[in-house]
């Protein structure tokens, strides 16, 4: 048994620690950065959870948004809700998931005419 010691020992420190717990702070404003790929229109829109926002042909309900605490590097996470007036078949709904500033590639807003990308959330 004293032979598996040593090698037990050496398994348990190669293990990955669980990761620290990451606390995320509910906010109520998030800025939210609006690209109009065809005319090179950007705007920072200002959106409150729970309230429409419009952008060209897209309408955009900020669900939730999240914040990093003060003491830790920044970030933001938000749920978005996008449709588009001029999407047809019945369902103009586009995008629903989250987004997130640190990691914009992680869940990408597609659309052939415009681009989202949340900044932060306040």
Same mark, same amino acid.
């Given at each position: 048994?004293?032979?598996?010691r040593?090698a037990?020992?050496?398994?348990?420190?190669?293990?990955?620690?669980?990761?620290?717990?990451?606390?995320?702070?509910p906010?109520?404003?998030?800025?939210i950065?609006?690209?109009?790929?065809?005319?090179?229109?950007?705007?920072? $829109?200002? *959106?409150?959870?729970?309230?429409?926002?419009? #952008?060209?042909?897209?309408?955009?309900? @900020? !669900?939730?948004?999240?914040? &990093?605490?003060?003491?830790?590097?920044?970030?933001a996470?938000?749920?978005l809700?996008?449709?588009?007036?001029?999407?047809?078949?019945?369902?103009?709904?586009?995008?629903?998931?989250? $987004?997130? *500033?640190?990691?914009?590639?992680?869940?990408? #807003?597609?659309?052939?005419?415009?681009? @989202? !990308?949340?900044?932060?959330? &306040?």
């Open positions: 048994m004293a032979v598996w040593p037990l020992l050496a398994l348990l420190l190669a293990a990955p620690l669980p990761a620290a717990a990451q606390e995320w702070v906010r109520r404003v998030g800025e950065q609006a690209l109009d790929k065809v005319n090179a229109r950007v705007a920072t $829109l200002r *959106a409150t959870v729970g309230e429409p926002t419009r #952008f060209g042909t897209l309408t955009i309900t @900020l !669900r939730a948004c999240h914040a &990093r605490p003060p003491d830790e590097v920044p970030d996470a938000a749920f809700d996008v449709t588009d007036e001029q999407r047809g078949g019945g369902n103009p709904q586009v995008f629903r998931g989250w $987004l997130f *500033a640190d990691a914009p590639a992680v869940n990408m #807003f597609e659309h052939p005419v415009y681009d @989202l !990308r949340i900044l932060s959330c &306040r």
